[in-house]
């Protein structure tokens, strides 16, 4: 059954730096998302990306965040300068459409600041 | 503010029981009803969706929507230690789902 995949499971980095979450989505899907749960709290929305385009963003997914599909595979998250609060885990997720369609999640990427 | 309700838990029931998980919706013009389990540590798993009023059962799940009281609920009948989890509810709002803090099950022997 095809899968959400994600790259690296476990990241960490120091405040200030920048750091590239990767994710492949499933090869039909057209839709792709970022989403955070930072320990203990809700998943949260970052960003939806439809035909090489962001197509909807969240407060959170302010200056510093920033998304491309650099090819026909991967999905990628950068976050130019890292701050403490931006420790949470950090998921992919796929859909064939937008409207109804149900979005699949990749397994995350454990980000931890320090 | 869009939100979406769920009573946090931990709710328990013994091995064989139903479990009954309840979530609540602000936006009285949501389409999509999703339910997801979540294992500690491990990310969100799609087990049910339900885009039209009353029940749509698949295996041992049955997802319940009711638009007029904004409610929808997901029902796991023969419940097994392995159905111990944490189950969060999200509604589609326009691209981005909104997801409540989840209800954690607890399937006890």
């Known amino acids: 059954e095809p899968e959400v995949t994600q790259t690296p499971s476990h990241q960490v980095t120091q405040m200030g730096q920048e750091v590239i979450l990767r994710c492949v989505p499933i090869?039909?899907?057209?839709?792709f998302y970022w989403y955070r749960q930072i320990l203990g709290q809700k998943v949260e929305f970052l960003v939806s990306?439809?035909?090489?385009?962001?197509?909807?963003k969240s407060e959170i997914f302010d200056d510093q965040f920033s998304v491309e599909r650099p090819d026909g595979s991967n999905f990628t998250l950068k976050i130019r300068s890292t701050k403490l609060e931006d420790s949470a885990m950090y998921f992919c997720?796929?859909?064939?459409?937008?409207?109804?369609?149900?979005?699949?999640f990749g397994p995350g990427t454990r980000l931890t600041v320090t | 503010q869009k939100e979406v309700e769920q009573n946090s838990g931990p709710l328990s029931v013994p091995e064989g029981a139903i479990a009954s998980l309840n979530c609540t919706y602000s936006?009285?013009?949501?389409?999509?009803f999703f339910w997801y389990r979540q294992y500690s540590g491990k990310s969100p798993e799609l087990i049910m969706f339900?885009?039209?009023?009353g029940d749509k059962e698949d295996g041992r799940f049955t997802a319940q929507l009711n638009k007029a009281s904004q409610y929808v609920s997901l029902l796991i009948r023969d419940s097994q230690p392995s159905d111990s989890a944490t189950y969060l509810c999200?509604?589609?709002?326009?691209?981005?789902?909104?997801f409540g803090t989840g209800t954690r099950l607890q399937v006890f022997p």
């Open positions: 936006d009285r013009g949501s389409q999509s």
């Open positions: 990306f439809y035909n090489n385009e962001i197509s909807e």
């Open positions: 339900i885009y039209s009023n």
């Open positions: 999200a509604v589609r709002n326009t691209d981005k789902l909104i």
């Open positions: 090869s039909n899907h057209l839709y």
């Open positions: 997720a796929s859909s064939v459409g937008t409207g109804v369609g149900e979005q699949y």
